[in-house]
T-cell receptor, first 114, second 114 residues
Framework: GENVEQHPSTLSVQEGDSAVIKCTYSDSASNYFPWYKQELGKRPQLIIDIRSNVGEKKDQRIAVTLNKTAKHFSLHITETQPEDSAVYFC?????????????FGTGTRLTVIP | SAVISQKPSRDICQRGTSLTIQCQVDSQVTMMFWYRQQPGQSLTLIATANQGSEATYESGFVIDKFPISRPNLTFSTLTVSNMSPEDSSIYLCSAWRADTGELFFGEGSRLTVL
């Protein structure tokens, strides 16, 4: 089955700096890679996703890159703000298997210091 | 995004009792799931809720302990049976929309077993 590793487990950055979270996956058949943000006491919310037919996707200050050859994908947050502080989870899903095979990383606790 | 309503949002229960969590989705979705999230941990899939048939459980979870119902496309329940303090956790309902290929989460039910 799929194995998703996520690094770092914690990350502290100064407000305005960039933050990068990296994930690796093991199943080369995986083709959908979402990122979720979970604020304290709240539900995980989908913030961006990427599919295997593209290498990069951007939405304002958030971008995700995918390297299928190396089997890793990364979340990039630029110009960080205190409200970006949360736990971020990456996930991977093998092609054609449905969401019941969505494998989550262990999470990264991001703290943006004002 | 699909709106998912989950209740109760939190409860405190006595050891040996059972609690049923309800999940209502505002649009027809193809798949519904139940996750557990221990404090500070990632998301662990309990089972896939199948409409009109028995749920599909992941390794380590059994129907006697976590009976699940899904009488129609937009509603599901999870029961945590014969609870012990080890069952204290957040339980999250989620739904997969095939048209957008995205997984959405409910607000979660924080369960504390004394």
């Amino acid at each position: 089955g799929e194995n998703v590793e996520q690094h770092p487990s914690t990350l502290s950055v100064q407000e305005g700096d960039s933050a990068v979270i990296k994930c690796t996956y093991s199943d080369s058949a995986s083709n959908y890679f979402p990122w979720y943000k979970q604020e304290l006491g709240k539900r995980p919310q989908l913030i961006i996703d990427i599919r295997s037919n593209v290498g990069e996707k951007k939405d304002q200050r958030i971008a995700v890159t995918l390297n299928k050859t190396a089997k890793h994908f990364s979340l990039h947050i630029t110009e960080t703000q205190p409200e970006d502080s949360a736990v971020y989870f990456c996930a991977a899903i093998p092609s054609g298997t449905g969401a019941n095979n969505l494998f989550f990383g262990t999470g990264t606790r991001l703290t943006v210091i004002p | 995004s699909a709106v998912i309503s989950q209740k109760p949002s939190r409860d405190i229960c006595q050891r040996g009792t059972s609690l049923t969590i309800q999940c209502q989705v505002d649009s027809q979705v193809t798949m519904m799931f139940w996750y557990r999230q221990q404090p500070g941990q990632s998301l662990t899939l309990i089972a896939t809720a199948n409409q009109g048939s028995e749920a599909t459980y992941e390794s380590g979870f059994v129907i006697d302990k976590f009976p699940i119902s899904r009488p129609n496309l937009t509603f599901s329940t999870l029961t945590v049976s014969n609870m012990s303090p080890e069952d204290s956790s957040i339980y999250l309902c989620s739904a997969w929309r095939a048209d957008t290929g995205e997984l959405f989460f409910g607000e979660g039910s924080r369960l504390t077993v004394l």
